[in-house]
């Protein structure tokens, strides 16, 4: 598993992956109370991609980056 320290560069890579295999392609978030930390874990059964954050705005760009992924899996458009 691969922890990218950059938010630019894991968005880049992660919309990569899902438009590679958008049917086997899934996420997670985690959150961890105790250390303040989001986990965003994205996976093709082959690669897996990881990014973590203690920043409130970075918590957006997450948010923003799962909406734009949920309106990729529910378009009709392959």
Request: charged share 15%.
């Given at each position: 598993m691969t922890f990218i320290p950059n938010w630019e560069e894991f968005e880049k890579s992660a919309e990569l992956l899902?438009?590679?295999d958008p049917i086997n392609t899934r996420y997670t978030i985690k959150y961890c109370h105790l250390k303040g930390a989001f986990v965003v874990k994205i996976t093709d059964n082959k690669k897996c991609l990881q990014y973590k954050t203690e920043i409130q705005q970075d918590v957006r760009k997450i948010d923003n980056f799962?909406?734009?992924?949920?309106?990729?899996?529910?378009s009709n458009e392959v």
């Open positions: 899902y438009l590679r799962i909406t734009n992924l949920i309106r990729h899996m529910a």
